[in-house]
């Protein structure tokens, strides 16, 4: 189908991020320590370190964080009018039994709202937060919480594991007139491509190596990112910032050249030296870093990744707003900065791998 006769996808009435959040655990294993038990030291690394989630942190506790640094940048939001909270993982801590209503509980906007888990692989969480579009945009609610949150599994000395991590981004959902950056459009792009996946009972994902990459992330992201600025008439210049999924660090700054953007252009929000690929919690957690950054007028792209196979590519501009609420909640780089590193028997143990 030309991209001409697609339609993007837009609300019925503006609207935008009213307040967000990140979360990201303070421990980190250092790629090295993985090269060094499984390839002597001699097999180099594709990140500096990543995230590790601490023995009593999962997807819920860490959601929990994100979504109460959310509210506190949102300000004096009645929960009463937060009709939805979703969360977007791969790693739910409970086969049966729904995250979001745990985070519902504890954020106190339970028993009058709507609650889900997401999942889509790594764009779990931009698939939510689209749905958070459609939902506040219809006008079926004043507010939504999207997250996007992980705790990465990978199969020791699997080439996953320099990379799989922790961490994640909230964002709460609302009318135009009170966000700090306001959706223009966004557009999905998907096909059955099976590079990535785990069967029910299989405790880590499989992949399908070089695949990954192409006809994978970079067939998607770059469909989904092509049709949305052809649609909006836009160029990549025309944007402050652009976030992409970030597995490791070339593919976003491959995916990023070939589109036309600049290394300055997504440098904020390129995160995945320092804490590894958040998997669904990837690309929100780079959006996160960028708002921490960005000033009224700029805007802003982002382009997710889920492997199976698609991409959401989304269109923001900021507003006014977002000067006085980055203020109120730790920023991004503030839980990275946090860094306690642990060596691989530790993480070995954070992440129950030997079982007793």
């Not at 009645?78 to 801590?93: F, L």
């Not at 290394?263 to 804490?275: D, S, T, V």
Request: hydrophobic share 40%; net charge neutral; aromatic share 10%.
């Amino acid at each position: 189908m030309p991209v001409s006769d697609v339609e993007l996808l837009k609300p019925d009435r503006p609207v935008g991020i009213v307040g967000y959040g990140a979360y990201v655990p303070r421990y980190r294993l250092p790629a090295s320590e993985v090269d060094r038990i499984w390839m002597g030291g001699q097999g180099g690394t594709p990140v500096k370190e990543k995230s590790v989630p601490g023995p009593d942190e999962d997807v819920v506790t860490m959601s929990i964080e994100a979504a109460r640094n959310a509210l506190a940048r949102a300000g004096h939001v009645d929960t009463r009018h937060i009709r939805a909270v979703w969360v977007g993982s791969e790693s739910h801590p409970y086969a049966v039994k729904p995250t979001s209503t745990i985070v519902a509980e504890a954020i106190g906007v339970t028993p009058y709202t709507q609650a889900a888990d997401w999942e889509f692989a790594c764009k779990a969480a931009t698939e939510a937060l689209q749905a958070a579009i459609g939902f506040t945009g219809s006008g079926m609610a004043r507010y939504v919480l999207a997250i996007g949150m992980d705790t990465a599994q990978a199969r020791p000395g699997d080439a996953l594991e320099y990379t799989a991590s922790a961490g994640g981004a909230a964002y709460l959902v609302g009318p135009a007139e009170e966000a700090l950056a306001v959706f223009e459009a966004s557009l999905s792009y998907v096909t059955d491509t099976p590079d990535f996946w785990r069967r029910a009972y299989q405790r880590y994902p499989s992949h399908g190596g070089r695949f990954t990459g192409e006809p994978a992330y970079f067939k998607h992201i770059t469909g989904a990112a092509h049709g949305l600025l052809e649609a909006l008439g836009r160029k990549p210049s025309d944007y402050a910032y652009a976030v992409f999924h970030q597995p490791n660090v070339k593919f976003p700054q491959t995916v990023a050249k070939g589109l036309g953007f600049t290394p300055e252009q997504i440098k904020p929000g390129l995160l995945a030296n320092e804490i590894g690929n958040t998997y669904a919690g990837s690309s929100l957690i780079g959006l996160a870093a960028v708002l921490d950054l960005a000033r009224p007028g700029e805007r802003i792209f982002l382009g997710s990744y889920g492997s199976g196979a698609g991409s959401d590519a989304i269109s923001l501009y900021v507003t006014d707003a977002i000067l006085e609420r980055q203020q109120r909640a730790l920023a991004t780089r503030d839980y990275i900065a946090r860094r306690v590193p642990i060596d691989y028997a530790t993480y070995v143990r954070f992440t129950r791998k030997l079982r007793t």
